[in-house]
T-cell receptor
Framework: DVKVTQSSRYLVKRTGEKVFLECVQD?????MFWYRQDPGLGLRLIYF???????EKGDIPEGYSVSREKKERFSLILESASTNQTSMYLC????????????FGPGTRLTVT | DAKTTQPTSMDCAEGRAANLPCNHS???????VYWYRQIHSQGPQYIIH???NNETNEMASLIITEDRKSSTLILPHATLRDTAVYYC????????????????FGQGTILTVHP
């Protein structure tokens, strides 16, 4: 079974803090993704990575950066957290190639106060 | 990617088949139909996908009309654990490019399975 794990289920941070969200997958997948999910807006892609050290912007990259130093790990960084980044953050992974399904982690609910 | 239309909510009795429709009338030839579901407080879960032929796996069946403008996800014997939001997604599958990985989730159908 593919397993995608995220470092925290719930996180509370203050405005201006630097926040790290970690994602690890154990299936040797090339692709990894970060989404955020907000009521009424569905899932929106923040960044994705198709190989180690490679990244591409998604639909809403502003205010975020990512790091992929190892194939199994993909980190999302909020350089200076703001209240409008309060959201559910979901990580996913898949094999290379667009046809393959994405496997999601359980999500991190981040609250920025 | 083509836009999809799904009913907002549906009910189903436990043990019965749940048939979830999806309209994707603007689908183009190189777009696949994917279904995911999201149980409350969990990440989305892949169910099934197809291009034009009907597909079946251990979770569900996918019926795509001949003109490919609509499809139906069938859960043959719904259980209480199938209560979730079901998303129908249509997307282009490219060999390259940067959009191939993105999934665009709409509002989905809230399926409630009753005892």
């Amino acid at each position: 079974d593919v397993k995608v794990t995220q470092s925290s289920r719930y996180l509370v941070k203050r405005t201006g803090e630097k926040v790290f969200l970690e994602c690890v997958q154990d299936m040797d997948h090339e692709n990894m993704f970060w989404y955020r999910q907000d009521p009424g807006l569905g899932l929106r892609l923040i960044y994705f990575s198709y190989d180690v050290k490679m990244k591409e912007k998604g639909d809403i990259p502003e205010g975020y950066s990512v790091s992929r130093e190892k194939k199994e790990r993909f980190s999302l960084i909020l350089e200076s957290a703001s209240t409008n980044q309060t959201s559910m953050y979901l990580c996913a992974s898949s094999l290379s190639g667009g046809i393959y399904e994405q496997y999601f982690g359980p999500g991190t609910r981040l609250t920025v106060t | 990617d083509a836009k999809t239309t799904q009913p907002t909510s549906m009910d189903c009795a436990e043990g019965r088949a749940a048939n979830l429709p999806c309209n994707h009338s603007t689908i183009s030839g190189n777009e696949y139909v994917y279904w995911y579901r999201q149980i409350h407080s969990q990440g989305p879960q892949y169910i099934i996908h197809g291009l034009k032929n009907n597909e079946t796996n251990e979770m569900a069946s996918l019926i795509i009309t001949e003109d490919r403008k609509s499809s139906t996800l069938i859960l043959p014997h719904a259980t209480l654990r199938d209560t979730a939001v079901y998303y129908c997604i249509v997307r282009v599958v490219n060999a390259g490019g940067t959009s191939y990985g993105k999934l665009t989730f709409g509002q989905g159908t809230i399926l409630t399975v009753h005892p």
